[in-house]
């Protein structure tokens, strides 16, 4: 049975940083889509970035240049490095994925936020105060 657990949320101040990292447990297949969304109170969820095991990644353009995301493989963990957080980020972030045996086709991972993630994790709390 997959479980993704998240971890690393907080509370900063404005133009501090966090790291988000996603742990992924039972996973027997090799190739996956990932992605880190999120939801404000009152805000409908929105993707932040994903990424697939071809290495296609696809931020919002509201994170574009600050937040990176990226996978050890070994750990089979996923991360989100937030850089110049700001109020606006505050928001339970929640990370999500889907695994086949199969490959994904080249952009079905970053071509769209719904690609068909199956799998989501309970989510961390990040607030950012100006």
């Known amino acids: 049975q997959v479980q993704l657990v998240e971890s690393g949320g907080g509370s900063v101040q404005s133009g501090w940083s966090l790291r988000l990292s996603c742990a992924a447990s039972?996973?027997?297949?090799?190739?996956?889509?990932m992605g880190w969304f999120r939801q404000a109170p009152g805000k409908e969820r929105e993707g932040v970035a994903s990424l697939g095991n071809n290495g296609r990644i696809r931020y919002a353009d509201s994170v574009k240049g600050r937040f990176t995301i990226s996978r050890d493989n070994a750990k089979r963990t996923l991360y989100l490095q937030m850089n110049s957080l700001k109020p606006e980020d505050t928001a339970m972030y929640y990370c999500?994925?889907?695994?086949?045996?199969?490959?994904?086709?080249?952009?079905?991972?970053?071509?769209?936020?719904?690609?068909?993630?199956?799998?989501w994790g309970q989510g961390t709390q990040v607030t950012v105060s100006s």
């Open positions: 999500a994925a889907m695994f086949s045996w199969y490959p994904y086709p080249y952009d079905y991972c970053s071509g769209s936020w719904s690609p068909g993630y199956n799998y």
């Open positions: 039972g996973v027997t297949y090799n190739n996956y889509c």
